[in-house]
């Protein structure tokens, strides 16, 4: 098997870790965060400067950043002459958008859960403005794209539900 191949296995396995490392850093976040709740509080309170738990969240914060980046640049690489060129686009904005997360979050975490009004927080929000908008692009381009094509026409609907899950979830 060529190192090609390796890595195109690879790949996938690192989509699946990214997941398990997100859910770790709120699992095991929110148990050292007395008082947390999930459904009042960013999870960005979790890895904040002053969080109890940043201690325990920020590596799998971390590690779920660096899996995701590969994975996604790995799922850029596959689908960028694949598909369509609309997927090859929503397939990089994912992967530009993953990498700002990753570096963003990393660098300005919030100075204390909340926000506090610092350089850093209005950094942290900078951030997830873009990190939310080119979510919402990508997932659109994604529903376009798979939509185009009749043998992925489901992974249009995936796309489509996903930005739907998200948009509720912003309204709760």
Partial sequence: ??????ILKLVPLLGIFSVIFYFLHIILGEIFYEGYNLLAQAVSDLT?????????????????????????????AYLRNKINKTIAVSSFIFCIMNTISFFGYTFFPLSEAGYAGTFQDKMHLIVTVFVVLL??????????GFLRVKAHKWLGIISICALLILMAGQCL
Avoid: D, E, H, Q
């Fill in 1 to 6: 098997m060529g190192i090609k191949n390796k």
């Fill in 48 to 76: 904040a400067s002053n969080s109890p738990s940043k201690n325990i969240a920020r590596p799998f914060s971390a590690l779920y950043g660096i899996c995701t980046i590969i994975f996604s640049a790995g799922f850029f």
């Fill in 135 to 144: 979510t919402i692009v990508s997932l659109v381009l994604f529903s376009i």
